[in-house]
Nanobody, 119 residues
Framework: QVQLVESGGGLVQPGGSLRLSCAAS????????MRWYRQTPGKQHEMVAG???????DYADSVKGRFSISRDNAKNTVYLQMNSLKPEDTAVYHC?????????????WGQGTQVTVSS
């Protein structure tokens, strides 16, 4: 059973920064893609940023230039550095990971971490 443990959410003032982490564990052989999504009430999941196993990085237009995604393959961990935060970035942020483990392909969601941007 793959487990994703997220951390780093919280309350921050507009213009501030937060760093989210998502660590994967549980019989993992290879991780392919690592992504961050966010969801607000009444809205669909929005992909915020993603990094592939080959290092390709994609960002939502709304966060380009402010957010930065990175991964540490030795730790099976993905990070999301969020700078210049705006009230509209308030959401529950989930990581999503896919790859191969001892019994085949997997994809899992993290439990979510709340990010609130407010003065």
């Amino acid at each position: 059973q793959v487990q994703l443990v997220e951390s780093g959410g919280g309350l921050v003032q507009p213009g501030g920064s937060l760093r989210l982490s998502c660590a994967a564990s549980g019989g993992i052989f290879t991780i392919y893609n690592m992504r961050w999504y966010r969801q607000t009430p009444g809205k669909q999941h929005e992909m915020v940023a993603g990094v592939s196993g080959g290092g390709r990085i994609d960002y939502a237009d709304s966060v380009k230039g402010r957010f930065s995604i990175s991964r540490d393959n030795a730790k099976n961990t993905v990070y999301l550095q969020m700078n210049s935060l705006k009230p509209e970035d308030t959401a529950v942020y989930h990581c999503w990971v896919d790859g191969n483990k001892n019994d085949g392909y997997f994809n899992y969601w993290g439990q979510g971490t709340q990010v609130t941007v407010s003065s």
